[in-house]
């Protein structure tokens, strides 16, 4: 089991930028692939990106696509989220999640492991 920690969370204007990390400890992060999910008041939670375990190889929503970037740094168990040009539909707790053996990276039952979540709020 890996223990996954988000932060970089806030409150940002429309357009804006944000940048999401998520630390790992427990296990090493390179031989998981990783994913970012988010979850909006009353709606369910959806993909955002992810990452393979090499870094080779990422998958964006398409709502996000151009905009968001996923990246990692296995030496410092790390994962990364540069969200840029914000909108107020990004809104959401963010969620950083970790695993062994992704069949679906756009599934959220393909991970096993799974921080806390922080906020992004975007204001129009």
């Known amino acids: 089991q890996v223990q996954l920690v988000e932060s970089g969370g806030g409150l940002v204007q429309a357009g804006g930028s944000l940048r999401l990390f998520c630390a790992a400890s427990?296990?090493?992060?390179?031989?998981?692939?990783m994913g970012w999910f988010r979850q909006a008041p009353g709606k369910e939670r959806e993909f955002v990106a992810a990452?393979?375990?090499?870094?080779?190889?990422?998958y964006y929503a398409d709502s996000v696509k151009d905009r968001f970037t996923i990246s990692r740094n296995n030496a410092k168990n790390a994962v990364y989220l540069q969200m840029n040009s914000l909108k107020p539909e990004d809104t959401a707790v963010y969620y950083c999640a970790a695993s062994k053996s992704v069949l679906n990276v756009r599934l959220g039952s393909s991970y096993d492991d799974w921080g806390q979540g922080t906020q992004v709020t975007v204001s129009s």
């Open positions: 990452i393979s375990r090499s870094g080779g190889s990422t």
């Open positions: 427990g296990r090493t992060l390179s031989s998981y692939g």
